[in-house]
């Protein structure tokens, strides 16, 4: 246990609905970051907060991807209108700014029917 | 893509290092070569990380090149519970991202 937490662990959802997951990082960690993983491959970048402030997006994260962290603590990823390519493991982490290591948490699985 | 190149697989004889190697030849000044791993269905684990020196910890040792061209991450005793996916990656740590490739899949035999 990192000490990062992520909900739901699983979800399953129909085409076409829209699923929100959290990520809770360690309390002294400034910058979080969202992943996602396929089957087969390492994970893939999708955006990072320092604090309350998204400083970077990936060209995978669509306009039908959201991620907020109102207070600088916990964060929220939204996929509006799932498609089944929507399928993988998505992947929390935090760090402290600067030279440190990110952990990351167990990850939410999502099936997209 | 990856800035990193890893053998997609290796197996390792419980009991015995298990040394994994990265090319990491395009490495900038600024950037600090980092392993993780994965065991199956769960999140990355941190192990180490280095700049240029060779760096221990209580799970692994890193050698760095005196180039910075390549790396190698020891395992001094592999056990069973070694098996996973080792991820390589490189990265200056004042930016956010890090950039994943595939990984080595090490296989800890008895």
């Known amino acids: 246990d990192t000490g990062v937490s992520q909900n739901p662990r699983h979800k399953i959802t129909k085409r076409g609905q829209n699923v929100t997951f959290r990520c809770d990082p360690i309390?002294?960690?400034?910058?979080l970051y969202w992943y996602r993983q396929t089957l087969g491959q390492g994970p893939e970048f999708l955006t990072y907060f320092q604090n309350e402030a998204q400083l970077e997006k990936s060209r995978l994260l669509s306009d039908r991807f959201s991620a907020e962290r109102p207070k600088g603590s916990f964060s929220t990823l939204e996929i509006q209108r799932t498609e089944q390519g929507d399928s993988a493991m998505y992947l929390c982490a935090s760090s402290r700014q600067g030279f440190n290591e990110q952990f990351f948490g167990p990850g939410t699985r999502l099936t997209v029917l | 893509d990856a800035k990193t190149t890893q053998p997609p697989s290796m197996d390792c004889a419980e009991g015995r290092a298990a040394n994994l190697p990265c090319n990491h030849s395009?490495?900038?000044?600024?950037?600090?070569v980092y392993w993780y791993r994965q065991i199956h269905s769960q999140g990355p684990q941190y192990i180490i990380h280095g700049l240029k020196n060779n760096e221990t910890n209580e799970m692994a040792s890193l050698i760095i090149t005196e180039d910075r061209k390549s790396s190698t991450l020891i395992l001094p005793h592999a056990t069973l519970r070694d098996t996973a996916v080792y991820y390589c990656i490189v990265r200056d740590p004042t930016e956010g991202k890090s950039t994943f490739g595939d990984g080595t899949t090490l296989t800890v035999k008895p």
């Open positions: 395009t490495i900038s000044g600024n950037e600090y």
């Open positions: 309390s002294e960690h400034n910058r």
